[in-house]
């Protein structure tokens, strides 16, 4: 008999997704919409912690070779993507409340957290597939919800022929690590490479898997997509992304290349430290010249990405030590990302302007709006004692660590150091504009109450996670060393 609770969170989901078009027909508030949709968050989120407090669920498929397997990594990924799915749905209550698609709205949000999830699970390569394309599927509606906006539209046609090509390199590349190894199991093919060595067929597969992973979370020299559909996309949609699905592609990184590619890791780990250097340094110098604040949260993204890349490299030497700075990375990067995006979408709501420029006197007109995006720029440059701060901190160790055995791997550390420098010039740049410069207007700005709550739970958690972060270590501790199961 098949074991479902290892899937029960997604089902919570899917079912909500289902049920919200039919609800729409009696319920026509955005916001009671939005706080249907947030209670079934809610109610996911309720399952995974009694899993959690309470033992794991069964798996589902065969215990040598399991299909979806709900373990520490799944529940502390499920709940990053809940997060993330929580303060973007409240958010969008009053952004999207004049669309007339409110239910399909909420739905897809669902559907896609509810493929991230499943992806998080996954024990199989096709399972992973799956999973992907579920969100995909829905993102890419997501980003095309404002059909009339031409930047919404464009956007949307550059994602989904980026996103049909990364999966179809990936699809490619799965297929030809079955037939290669005769299964589509991590662990079976892992054991499979271990004992037949590296042929040319696997090194193929291995780069098609970089490539058509790379596309999904936007590493360098697959990253172009990002700042146009981020900037296209509304906003609380561009949070979403940055926070939520780029790190469904990291956990299917940490997947394939630990668990089911990690005897060949002699032939991958210095391509993946090259990546993730050009990934972080890309993002940031590029990032520099930006006048839009949603480009340059989108080259941002690019460079926070390529510090959360590193901890792959790094885990072949330290192993689950460098997992978890890496997941810790992820968490904090999701609250202050998300933060940093719904500030932008709150003051667009109030007809405030994307561009840097206009963020002009906002110190004085909207307090409460500028000391939550210093304390998010602050956070994503590193600054102590914010949660940013602490992540890279774990992240370096790991590299230090790393470097007694393997000395080239100290250089991913000097190049997150450097790299988080570079990153304060245009994080301050929009700090001096908030509280330095002059804005045309000194009147006040009045945002809604539904986007500064959502403001204020990214804001919270961004400084709780520096001061408070032994706890959440813990998590991210365990969550690693089911990627090394001779730790667990």
Known sequence: MIEYGAIYPEIILVLLAVAIPALHILIKSSRALAGISMVGILASAAMVTHYMANGYPGIIGDASAPLIVFDALAAVFSLVFLSVAFVVVLASARYVEKDRHLAEYYSLIMMATAGMMLVASAQDLLAIYVGIEIASMATYALVAFRKKDKRGSEAAVKYVIIGGMSSALSLYGISLLYGATGTSNLIGI????????????????????????????????????????????????????AAGSKKMGLVVMFKVFLVGLIALKADWDVVLGIVAVLTMTIGNVV???QTNMKRMLAYSSIAQAGYMLMAIPLATVVGDYAITGG???????????????????????????????????????????AFSMAIFMFALAGIPPLSGFMSKVVLLSASVEAAEITQWMIWLGVALVLNSALSLYYYVRVIKYMYVEKGESDAKIKVPLALTAAIAICLVATIALGLFFDPVLELCSEAARTLFPALA
């Open 287 to 289: 990032a520099l010249s």
């Open 327 to 369: 997941i810790f990375h992820i968490i904090t990067h999701a609250f202050m990302k998300s933060g940093a995006f719904i500030v932008v979408a709150a003051l667009t709501y109030v007809a405030i302007g994307e561009s840097v420029a206009d963020y002009k006197g906002l110190g004085k007109r909207a307090p409460f709006m």
């Open 190 to 241: 892992n054991e499979v490479l271990a004992a037949q060595g590296v042929e040319l067929i696997t090194l193929l597969a291995l780069g098609l898997l970089v490539a058509g992973f790379g596309f999904k979370i936007a590493i360098a020299p697959f990253h172009m997509w990002a700042p146009d559909v981020y900037e296209g996309a509304p906003t609380p949609i561009s949070a979403f992304l």
